[in-house]
């Protein structure tokens, strides 16, 4: 479009008022044919602020790819429990924020006070990398640069010019297959480490504001909260909290039967994989479903998997487990449905079931427990439930969204054209404003999905590390795993958006709305 308002410009204000540089033979335009641009620039910032948006509008149930996919070709079909069958609300991470703290006093001594710290759900987000020597939280691109505007240092942001002194190129060095070779910057790749991280957070601000108590290192801080927290899910406790109070936690799901029968129907084998003991889900998939009878829609049933473990192991035997979940003695010669296992690996899984790896599709919302492993060395097809996909579509579709959308549009192809057409020196010093105008444009749109660290997908530029992952990891993803009853499960085919290239030119028939956040 800018070009357009190059070339109308040009025509409008007649090119006999340029100079011929004697050094490139370039035409440039004259002092008065900027400010025209200028003027026109401004006309057109303005319509872009008050149209109505336009554009595709996306679905915030949609189910997105990132690889062909054909349901077809499944054969059987599996499914992690937690966030994945199990969609928690926010209000389980504030119980155990709350549970860390007190933890914190009664067992490492930590104050009294530091019990009644307030929560804040909407800070920290999946994805957020941070610095356990620090306690610095930030996003970071695929390319491992920092996006500056989201480092924070506890809950405060931290100025640009301290970040690169901390990190200096704004960049977090790799080696060769893309490992972090701080071993002090971490990643929250999981939904349960969000009140972890926070209660960090929330424990160094206070200790850093209450002037009588002796400091203690972010690290020391961090790992007292990494053991407290490891407790307080190996010991059962936040297991029996949820089952005492599961209408708090989670709602029922008319919709996970009717989507499991109907996969049933369509002769598909179900299976459930997790971590989580047996006792635990039987309560939650007995409220989800709204039925104790929920083990026959499954063919097998692990427990206690020990993912990622399952899918490197090649020796641990499977173990039948009764409903309180003791492990009976004996090997286990086949997988029987109505029973329940634990333990295991995968190739015993293939052996025992016959299921081609080929034709397994497998649901989870952890990266690297779920995801990686099976996808990249065992052959299985994986989807990705990203519970933060609906509230970020609803925001990409609003109309403060789009209309900012617009308005960065014609910057970034104002200062590519100004650059390229008119490198007069007025308009280059015009590109430095508008460069400010860009920066500023961009901030707001990262303030609207999240006003510390913006989009979980995306940084200003790039995807973020999270998506780069998501998109290696995962086939295709949503935010809850039900969204496939909207599509036929027998035979559709999904697929994936082509992706233009920088070298590229773009087909679309309409402007592109993807974020920069």
């Given at each position: 479009?800018?070009?357009?308002?190059?070339?109308?410009?040009?025509?409008?204000?007649?090119?006999?008022?340029?100079?011929?540089?004697?050094?490139?033979?370039?035409?440039?335009?004259?002092?008065?044919?900027?400010?025209?641009?200028?003027?026109?620039?401004?006309?057109?910032?303005?319509?872009?602020?008050?149209?109505?948006?336009?554009?595709?509008?996306?679905?915030?149930?949609?189910?997105?790819?990132?690889?062909?996919?054909?349901?077809?070709?499944?054969?059987?079909?599996?499914?992690?429990?937690?966030?994945?069958?199990?969609?928690?609300?926010?209000?389980?991470?504030?119980?155990?924020?709350?549970?860390?703290?007190?933890?914190?006093?009664?067992?490492?001594?930590?104050?009294?006070?530091?019990?009644?710290?307030?929560?804040?759900?909407?800070?920290?987000?999946?994805?957020?990398?941070?610095?356990?020597?620090?306690?610095?939280?930030?996003?970071?691109?695929?390319?491992?640069?920092?996006?500056?505007?989201?480092?924070?240092?506890?809950?405060?942001?931290?100025?640009?010019?301290?970040?690169?002194?901390?990190?200096?190129?704004?960049?977090?060095?790799?080696?060769?297959?893309?490992?972090?070779l701080a071993q002090n910057i971490k990643q929250i790749v999981d939904i349960f480490q969000i009140p972890q991280l926070y209660a960090w957070a929330a424990v160094l601000?206070?200790?850093?504001?209450?002037?009588?108590?002796?400091?203690?290192?972010?690290?020391?801080?961090?790992?007292?909260?990494?053991?407290?927290?490891?407790?307080?899910?190996?010991?059962?406790?936040?297991?029996?909290?949820?089952?005492?109070?599961?209408?708090?936690?989670?709602?029922?799901?008319?919709?996970?039967?009717?989507?499991?029968?109907?996969?049933?129907?369509?002769?598909?084998?179900?299976?459930?994989?997790?971590?989580?003991?047996?006792?635990?889900?039987?309560?939650?998939?007995?409220?989800?479903?709204?039925?104790?009878?929920?083990?026959?829609?499954?063919?097998?049933?692990?427990?206690?998997?020990?993912?990622?473990?399952?899918?490197?192991?090649?020796?641990?035997?499977?173990?039948?487990?009764?409903?309180?979940?003791?492990?009976?003695?004996?090997?286990?010669?086949?997988?029987?449905?109505?029973?329940?296992?634990?333990?295991?690996?995968?190739?015993?899984?293939?052996?025992?079931?016959?299921?081609?790896?080929?034709?397994?599709?497998?649901?989870?919302?952890?990266?690297?427990?779920?995801?990686?492993?099976?996808?990249?060395?065992?052959?299985?097809?994986?989807?990705?439930?990203?519970?933060?996909?609906?509230?970020?579509?609803?925001?990409?579709?609003?109309?403060?969204?789009?209309?900012?959308?617009?308005?960065?549009?014609?910057?970034?192809?104002?200062?590519?054209?100004?650059?390229?057409?008119?490198?007069?020196?007025?308009?280059?010093?015009?590109?430095?404003?508008?460069?400010?105008?860009?920066?500023?444009?961009?901030?707001?749109?990262?303030?609207?999905?999240?006003?510390?660290?913006?989009?979980?997908?995306?940084?200003?530029?790039?995807?973020?590390?999270?998506?780069?992952?998501?998109?290696?990891?995962?086939?295709?993803?949503?935010?809850?795993?039900?969204?496939?009853?909207?599509?036929?499960?027998?035979?559709?085919?999904?697929?994936?958006?082509?992706?233009?290239?920088?070298?590229?030119?773009?087909?679309?028939?309409?402007?592109?709305i993807d974020g920069d956040v």
């Open positions: 479009m800018m070009k357009r308002i190059v070339q109308s410009c040009l025509a409008k204000y007649h090119i006999p008022n340029c100079y011929s540089d004697s050094l490139s033979g370039r035409r440039c335009l004259s002092c008065k044919s900027v400010s025209d641009l200028v003027h026109h620039y401004e006309q057109v910032k303005l319509g872009a602020t008050q149209r109505k948006p336009s554009g595709p509008h996306l679905d915030p149930k949609g189910v997105f790819t990132n690889n062909e996919l054909r349901l077809a070709d499944m054969s059987a079909i599996g499914f992690d429990y937690d966030y994945t069958l199990a969609p928690y609300n926010q209000s389980l991470n504030e119980t155990i924020f709350r549970r860390i703290l007190r933890d914190l006093v009664h067992v490492r001594q930590y104050p009294a006070a530091i019990k009644d710290l307030p929560y804040n759900p909407n800070f920290l987000r999946r994805g957020t990398h941070f610095d356990i020597n620090r306690g610095i939280f930030m996003k970071i691109d695929a390319y491992y640069r920092i996006q500056l505007d989201t480092v924070h240092k506890r809950f405060s942001p931290i100025p640009e010019e301290e970040s690169r002194q901390y990190y200096p190129g704004a960049r977090i060095l790799v080696g060769r297959r893309g490992e972090v601000d206070y200790l850093d504001t209450s002037q009588a108590l002796s400091k203690l290192q972010p690290r020391i801080v961090y790992e007292d909260i990494d053991q407290i927290t490891y407790n307080l899910h190996v010991s059962g406790d936040l297991h029996k909290e949820i089952t005492r109070n599961i209408d708090q936690y989670l709602a029922p799901s008319p919709r996970l039967s009717e989507m499991l029968q109907q996969f049933t129907g369509q002769h598909k084998k179900l299976f459930i994989l997790t971590n989580s003991p047996f006792t635990f889900i039987n309560a939650g998939m007995t409220h989800l479903v709204g039925s104790p009878d929920w083990r026959e829609l499954f063919d097998v049933i692990i427990c206690l998997s020990r993912k990622p473990s399952f899918f490197e192991d090649r020796f641990r035997l499977f173990r039948k487990i009764s409903s309180d979940n003791v492990p009976t003695f004996g090997a286990v010669q086949d997988l029987r449905k109505g029973e329940i296992y634990s333990e295991g690996n995968v190739n015993l899984l293939h052996k025992l079931t016959k299921w081609d790896p080929s034709r397994i599709l497998y649901f989870g919302d952890q990266m690297f427990a779920d995801l990686a492993e099976p996808v990249l060395s065992k052959g299985w097809h994986t989807g990705a439930i990203i519970s933060e996909l609906h509230y970020e579509i609803e925001r990409l579709n609003s109309e403060a969204y789009v209309q900012q959308m617009h308005v960065l549009q014609q910057l970034n192809y104002l200062i590519h054209n100004v650059q390229q057409h008119l490198p007069h020196p007025l308009a280059l010093h015009y590109t430095d404003k508008w460069c400010l105008e860009r920066k500023q444009v961009r901030h707001d749109l990262k303030c609207m999905m999240n006003e510390h660290f913006g989009s979980v997908f995306r940084t200003h530029l790039n995807p973020t590390l999270f998506y780069r992952r998501l998109s290696r990891f995962a086939e295709i993803y949503t935010s809850r795993v039900t969204n496939l009853m909207d599509y036929n499960t027998e035979h559709h085919r999904f697929l994936p958006v082509r992706t233009k290239l920088a070298h590229e030119v773009s087909y679309d028939s309409y402007e592109s």
